[in-house]
């Protein structure tokens, strides 16, 4: 069974088909940058771009990132335009696509879905959480495989700033940092939220999953175990269609 899944992010757009037996991309994926400002409008015809590259007409799963109700109202948008707030997501969505079956869910919480099916938590029970590294920090938390939807602690403070101003691979462009330095950052996170949640498993996902060679040793001192993502990038792709398929 293939459902379209796209992920939608602070500095892209991407998607693909979905092979759900799988949980693995159909095709390779199709990515157009996020357009700035990243407006209701302008990140909407971005999705349609990526969508209408394959030709799609059945139903798509969408993340975003930020906190979405049930009903596909955007509720935060720390890394997109403030004029995201109050929009009815689905609905935006439905129409630029034609009438096509929309489902929309908070992107890190489709990455950890995936992550729980077919990726580092399959299997896992206590407590585990989805961490995903990039413009800001997302996460998803599950407990005995359930999960508790948008927990947004990329917005919890850490050395008097918001952790994803300190922490996240934004930052470490931004700072010049490291793979060392921006390490011992992560690490200091990974503690504060380790202190909070009491955590069984961390799984580290976003595009600096598949460099986490670089970045793992310098993680020490957490109890809990720390794994990078297995679905890497394109795990907000595949949860995204696993939420759109029901």
Do not use: C
Not at 80 to 104: H, Y
Not at 173 to 192: I, K, M
Request: glycine share 14%.
């Amino acid at each position: 069974m293939q459902i379209f899944g796209v992920d939608i992010g602070g500095s892209g757009i991407k998607g693909a088909p979905v092979d759900l037996d799988r949980g693995d991309l159909a095709q390779e994926r199709h990515k157009v940058l996020t357009p700035s400002p990243a407006t209701p409008d302008g990140v909407a015809d971005g999705v349609k771009q990526v969508v209408e590259h394959f030709g799609w007409t059945g139903p798509v799963g969408l993340t975003f990132p930020g906190v979405v109700t049930d009903g596909a109202t955007v509720l935060t948008a720390a890394n997109v335009d403030k004029s995201w707030v109050d929009t009815d997501a689905r609905a935006l969505f439905r129409e630029r696509l034609g009438g096509l079956d929309v489902t929309v869910v908070n992107d890190a919480d489709a990455a950890g879905v995936a992550e729980m099916a077919f990726g580092a938590g399959r299997g896992r029970r206590g407590t585990v959480i989805l961490l995903t590294f990039g413009t800001g920090i997302g996460s998803a938390v599950f407990h005995d495989g359930v999960l508790v939807p948008n927990t947004e602690l990329g917005h919890l403070e850490l050395d008097g700033h918001e952790a994803e101003k300190r922490a996240s691979s934004k930052a470490k462009e931004d700072h010049d940092l490291t793979w060392e330095q921006w390490g011992h950052r992560v690490r200091a996170y990974l503690a504060h939220v380790e202190m909070l949640f009491s955590p069984e498993l961390f799984v580290i996902g976003g595009g600096v999953s598949r460099k986490a060679h670089k970045f793992l040793p310098y993680l020490d001192g957490v109890r809990a175990e720390i794994v990078p993502a297995r679905l890497q990038n394109n795990a907000g792709i595949v949860g995204a269609a696993m939420r759109a398929a029901g």
